[in-house]
């Protein structure tokens, strides 16, 4: 820890609370066992860690059952986006290996070198055979569902790639962003659900529903994008859609320059507003899942999805750099994120609230804004009602509730405590009261004199020369 987190915390408190809470007191619903793995496995998981922290902790949290297919789905879908994200690989070549990528994964021994040099993860494609191995070892029913998420994925990442040599980069409409968003994260939901329920630790309602599915991968991909915008524009990548950045400037270069701030914002306001439509599903979604680590494992990276989507609305700051939650508040919303559905709504409120907070009627989008925002409040009121119906009705026919012992015996008790330290007062007052008068008198005070002034109505002190006569005539002359 550097000095600036050392100032950063001495002045945020709470957070490194949340840190040292999280550090200390979260106890994995189920732990991972390394001494019963195989070498493969070993090395699967070791990839996992370099690959994903974030994902890979939650990852490793999770049911028995489902630990390994879906740690390897993981992998396998890492190394086909490694694929796709590397702009070296000449499209000839990365046409079929995107498309044909879900039979690589039954091949034995199969591994790839032919990623660039700087390629973050071409470490996993060149010691895939790993990978391959395990997969081939997990249940039949997990291989289909696994492939099936795979050949559609990376038939969709090749349509990108073709499109994009053709000189067609970047994302037209909304339509086109959703159904860009669709294929590298709706389709991870899609089949992350089906493993939920082939193992029996979600509702099988789930798989009726998929457009809650692609809204749990929507979500925190359109969340992403948001946040990384001017990284990806340093890389030579938009995913904005034309569609909605046209309405605020006449090139996408135009939002990172200064003059164009307010131009910028708004723009940022209506791509937050897109992303936030998909919050009340994923509570909905979140509602069907039934083993604790399986929630945990959902609603982590959606309560830190809402967490981002409130940090980068109307902040100048993402037309700049890459800007993240901060580790104090990431722990905060991990531990409130893996206890219950009511404390995930908690969550979702307390940062739409922020969103709402910070619209503005200077934005064309204020009044939509204002309305999604209402909307995701609404539906948590609606499934987690902030007034209790039997105290409404008791209000409506203006009937007391019982009053609980306990409560009314405490309540006695404070109404004596105040009786008796009023008394006690009082009588402080009293004896101090008594002390000086009786002080007084003992070094000559005449009291029959301020008492006979009291009776002619003279309330206040009298003056120098009426202090004189009242002194010669009270005057004995024994001095």
Excluded at 251 to 268: M, Q, R, S, V
Aim: hydrophobic share 40%; proline share 5%.
């Amino acid at each position: 820890m550097g000095v600036a987190d050392v100032v950063y915390y001495t002045i945020h408190f709470q957070e490194l609370r949340s840190i040292i809470q999280w550090k200390t007191w979260h106890n994995p619903v189920h732990e991972r066992k390394p001494e019963n793995e195989s070498v493969s496995l070993k090395v699967c998981f070791s990839f996992l860690d370099q690959t994903s922290r974030s994902f890979s902790a939650v990852i490793q949290e999770l049911h028995p059952e489902l630990l390994v297919p879906i740690a390897l789905f993981y992998l396998i879908l890492r190394g086909l986006d490694t694929i796709e994200d590397d702009m070296t690989i000449p499209i000839e070549k990365k046409d079929p290996l995107l498309r044909d990528f879900h039979k690589i994964n039954e091949k034995e021994g199969w591994s790839f070198n032919g990623n660039g040099p700087d390629e973050k993860d071409r470490e996993l494609l060149v010691q895939f055979h790993y990978v391959t191995e395990e997969y081939r070892k997990i249940k039949p029913v997990y291989r289909e569902i696994i492939n099936d998420i795979t050949q559609k994925m990376g038939a969709g990442m090749a349509d990108y790639c073709n499109r994009a040599v053709e000189g067609k980069a970047g994302v037209e409409t909304v339509k086109d962003y959703d159904e860009y968003c669709y294929y590298v994260a709706g389709l991870v939901g899609n089949g992350l659900t089906r493993l939920f329920v082939e193992s029996g630790l979600a509702n099988p309602a789930l798989n009726e529903r998929p457009q809650l599915q692609t809204s749990m991968g929507l979500f925190l991909q359109k969340t992403n994008i948001i946040r990384d915008v001017r990284e990806d524009w340093d890389d030579n990548r938009r995913f904005w859609p034309r569609e909605i950045w046209s309405k605020h400037v006449d090139d996408f270069e135009d939002l990172f320059k200064p003059e164009n701030k307010e131009a910028a914002l708004n723009c940022g306001s209506e791509m937050v507003l897109n992303s936030l439509n998909h919050a009340d599903e994923c509570l909905y979604y979140l509602a069907g899942l039934k083993e604790q680590s399986v929630f945990n494992f959902a609603a982590i990276p959606q309560s830190m999805a809402v967490a981002t989507l409130a940090l980068v609305f109307r902040n100048p700051n993402i037309f700049k750099k890459n800007v993240k939650i901060t580790k104090g508040e990431a722990c905060q919303i991990m531990l409130d994120s893996t206890q219950n559905l009511s404390k995930v709504c908690e969550v979702f409120r307390k940062y739409v609230r922020k969103i709402h907070k910070k619209n503005t009627p200077k934005d064309p989008n204020f009044l939509k804004i204002s309305i999604a925002c209402g909307k995701v409040e609404q539906f948590i009121e609606s499934i987690f009602p902030s007034q209790n119906p039997q105290a409404l009705q008791r209000a409506a026919q203006e009937v007391k509730p019982p009053e609980d012992p306990a409560a009314a015996k405490e309540r006695k008790e404070a109404r004596e405590d105040i009786i008796y330290m009023l008394i006690a007062v009082m009588g402080t007052l009293l004896v101090l009261s008594t002390i000086m008068i009786g002080i007084a008198y003992l070094v000559g005070a005449r009291f029959d004199i301020a008492a006979k002034q009291l009776k002619e109505g003279n309330f206040r002190p009298p003056n120098s020369d009426t202090a004189r006569k009242i002194a010669e005539k009270y005057d004995r002359g024994e001095l």
